[in-house]
């Protein structure tokens, strides 16, 4: 029997034993511990279970080591992840050491010990807005005379209809030459109409494609022309959706040693902010446009240390993201004598073109066309040589009845930080020929053209070209031109050029031009060329027009080898744009007048407006009149007397931001929002409305559950709007179109109303507030 002391102690050793155990569990393997970790110098948000051997060495959990997006040998090792321990301590490049009071593990890890981190782009696809039935004319008129007595006439006219995805458009040329007609038959002569196209556009964004029924252009080939044809047009259309890519883009790679955040800037615009975890990181897909150029990284890392890096891209529209197939289809008859002539056809044919990416930067193209005397097919690849370096060639075979000829076109562009890099072959047999071309005696033998250019940072651009052509017979065209510009300040920019060309005459043409903002809309530019030693200067001083309302003008003097004044006046307006040009030179005089609109059917009312090449919106703020609406930040108009306004100009398939100016609506009105969000078809108008609770205004009286008035100098709260409620409670709010709940607060005490829709002005309203507890 121990003695009482004794037994007491052991009790208490017991119970402290039992009371740690979940910190410091002692067993035959060692101890665990429940610690903060600090990794990097970054705290983890979760603590981790820490096991100590015998001899002292550390070992974590594998999910807790995983979660950390660390490698180390033995993480993966077991089936159970998160039952296996991994040995720490014992690992090259990473210390791990335990504070004295044993709550704390600090971990310091080099980069190479994190997995790598891949961030993809992520496209967005939206299906269009629905759009109702329109129907649509726009108008580019055009009249000039001048001292001779030269009178021309001219009008291009486009007539059509849309609903949703569908459109049909039918465009004419209209033009009359009163001196022809007098020369002709001695009285004036009737204007002459012809028809340009027609066609029936379907818009297929879920199949990222478009088919055209009647007037369309073929695509080039490897030496042919775009062909004008009537006919059906099927073809992949990745603009209806702008929000996917098919291009390969650029990747951006790097390392972090603790959790930072990555921002992307092109042209000084962000363009993506990403977080990143420490260690190594991939950023794909980085939405850059076509072409060459540099994208600046900036990594910032929570102790506020900035990286800045320059990073040079290229992006090829030969290069497609793997998977990505582009499909072009075509068949009908060649159009011949085109503005000239309504209804010329020439020969019928069948054309298909097929390019897919399949991976590790490489991508294959394929296309072919028939007609009835001649056929001609071409394949070939486009690869990434290197990480900012591409190349393509594609082998082409014709046949016709001048025989059996082949053609190839090849390609190298390249970027790097030193400039950008790019040569261009196209070369062709004697005897081969292709939709668009034919086998003629100047028929093109070969071209190559090569482009060099250089950023000088804050001094500007340089950039080189040559290009050399030759024909079978004989004739040859070299060209070489070097540019420079720079930006001088803010407001000021040079610009400069040499140019020669060489071919069966030599001409040699040198430009210097220095452009200054002068705030606004305004600008003054001196332009100094000499050609073949004839030098001309030329001021100018304009001012664009704003987009929605009012005037612009330009003028211009001219003096060298030929003098000439010239003045360019503008107006726009809701109801379409007016222009008026006057040049005048030592021999003429020359007056020109033109006037461009549209005319839209839509929202069971006909509109007035600028011209309508592309999708529109019928936008309304119910009963508030003159209020500024803007388009994407920029100015479209005013509200009309019912609140609503033709807005012209939207984007096709993309995000459209339409918003008011607060600062127009009157202090009663109500409106839930600041803004709508348009995502048209091609030819599509949509009917918006931005919800408006409340326009004009009424007075009501407020009265508590004992009929006395809320006390004066109480705030109505309403839909965001405060009120104020002067004397026997009484208060001007909006009139509701909808019932809301409104919140009333004085010092000592506040109250809850419902206040319903009123569809008539009334004089006086006594309302019930219901106190708040």
């Known amino acids: 029997m121990l003695p009482f002391a004794r037994r007491r102690l052991l009790v208490w050793v017991f119970l402290v034993a039992i009371a740690h155990r979940p910190v410091a569990a002692m067993n035959s393997a060692g101890r665990e511990l429940w610690v903060e970790v600090i990794l990097n110098g970054v705290p983890r948000p979760d603590f981790a279970l820490l096991r100590i051997d015998s001899p002292g060495a550390f070992y974590l959990r594998a999910s807790d080591i995983q979660a950390w997006h660390l490698i180390i040998p033995g993480a993966n090792a077991q089936p159970d992840a998160a039952e296996t321990s991994v040995r720490i301590d014992n690992v090259p490049g990473l210390q791990a050491r335990l504070d004295p009071g044993e709550t704390q593990l600090n971990i310091d890890a080099i980069p190479g010990l994190f997995s790598v981190q891949v961030i993809r782009g992520r496209p967005r696809s939206d299906d269009p807005d629905p759009a109702s039935i329109a129907f649509f004319s726009d108008y580019d008129l055009f009249a000039q005379g001048s001292d001779p007595g030269i009178r021309d006439v001219s009008g291009h006219i486009q007539i059509g209809g849309s609903l949703g995805r569908t459109s049909l458009t039918s465009s004419w040329l209209a033009t009359y030459d009163s001196a022809e007609g007098i020369r002709g038959s001695g009285s004036p002569a009737p204007a002459k109409w012809r028809r340009l196209d027609s066609a029936l556009l379907i818009d297929w964004p879920e199949l990222t494609a478009r088919l055209n029924i009647g007037d369309s252009t073929t695509l080039p080939g490897t030496l042919g022309q775009a062909v004008r044809f009537s006919g059906m047009h099927w073809a992949t259309d990745y603009a209806t959706q702008p929000g996917l890519t098919p291009y390969a883009l650029p990747a951006v790679s790097g390392t972090a040693a603790v959790p930072s955040s990555v921002e992307l800037y092109l042209n000084q615009s962000l363009l993506q902010r990403t977080p990143i975890n420490s260690g190594p990181f991939e950023l794909h897909n980085i939405p850059v446009p076509i072409g060459m150029g540099d994208v600046e990284l900036h990594m910032r890392d929570l102790l506020g240390r900035d990286q800045v890096l320059s990073v040079p891209y290229l992006v090829s529209p030969e290069l497609l993201s793997p998977g990505v197939t582009v499909s072009d289809f075509s068949a009908g008859a060649i159009r011949t004598n085109y503005g000239v002539a309504s209804f010329d056809y020439g020969s019928p044919f069948v054309s298909a073109a097929i390019r897919h990416g399949l991976g590790n930067g490489l991508t294959y193209d394929t296309s072919a066309e028939v007609q009835p005397n001649q056929w001609a097919a071409r394949g070939g690849i486009a690869l990434r040589l290197a990480p900012n370096m591409t190349g393509s060639v594609t082998p082409a075979i014709s046949h016709s009845s001048a025989g059996t000829g082949t053609a190839v076109d090849a390609s190298l562009d390249s970027v790097s930080r030193i400039g950008q890099f790019g040569v261009h072959l196209r070369a062709a047999s004697r005897d081969f020929v292709e939709l668009g071309s034919n086998v003629r005696p100047n028929h093109l033998h070969m071209q190559w053209a090569a482009q060099a250019s250089r950023q000088l940072s804050r001094f500007g651009s340089l950039a080189v070209t040559y290009a050399r052509q030759t024909a079978y017979n004989g004739e040859t065209t070299a060209a070489t031109t070097l540019s420079y510009n720079a930006t001088l300040s803010r407001s000021t920019a040079i610009s400069s050029f040499a140019s020669r060309t060489q071919s069966s005459y030599n001409d040699l043409i040198v430009g210097l031009m220095f452009t200054r903002f002068l705030g606004g809309n305004t600008s003054a530019s001196v332009d100094m060329t000499s050609d073949n030693g004839a030098a001309t200067a030329v001021a100018r001083v304009s001012a664009a027009a704003p987009l929605d309302a009012g005037w612009g003008w330009d003028a211009a003097i001219s003096r060298g080898a030929t003098d000439s004044n010239g003045i360019r006046i503008q107006q726009r307006s809701a109801f379409g744009i007016a222009s008026a040009e006057i040049d005048a030179t030592s021999r003429s005089k ?184």
């Open 590 to 773: 020359t007056a020109l007048l033109g006037w461009q609109g549209g005319i839209l059917w839509s929202a069971d009312r006909p509109w007035l407006g600028q011209p309508l090449s592309g999708p529109a919106a019928v936008v309304e703020l119910p009963d508030l009149a003159g209020v500024r609406i803007l388009r994407d930040g920029q100015p479209a108009g005013r509200t009309d007397e019912q609140g609503r306004i033709l807005v012209v100009g939207l984007r096709p398939f993309e995000e459209n931001v339409i918003s008011y100016v607060p600062e127009d609506l009157p202090l009663t009105a109500l409106v839930t929002g600041g803004s709508l969000i348009l995502r048209p078809y091609s030819r599509g108008v949509v009917h918006a409305q931005f919800p408006v609770a409340a326009a004009a205004s009424e007075a009501i009286e407020l009265q508590l559950d004992n009929s006395q008035p809320v006390p004066a100098g109480a705030l109505l709260t309403l839909n965001g709007h405060d009120f104020p409620v002067g004397k026997q409670g009484l208060v001007q709010i909006p009139v509701l179109k909808h019932s809301l709940e409104a919140v009333v607060t004085w010092a000592g005490g506040r109250c809850r109303m419902r206040l319903p829709a009123s569809h008539e002005h009334v004089a006086m309203r006594a309302i019930r507030c219901a106190p708040i507890p």
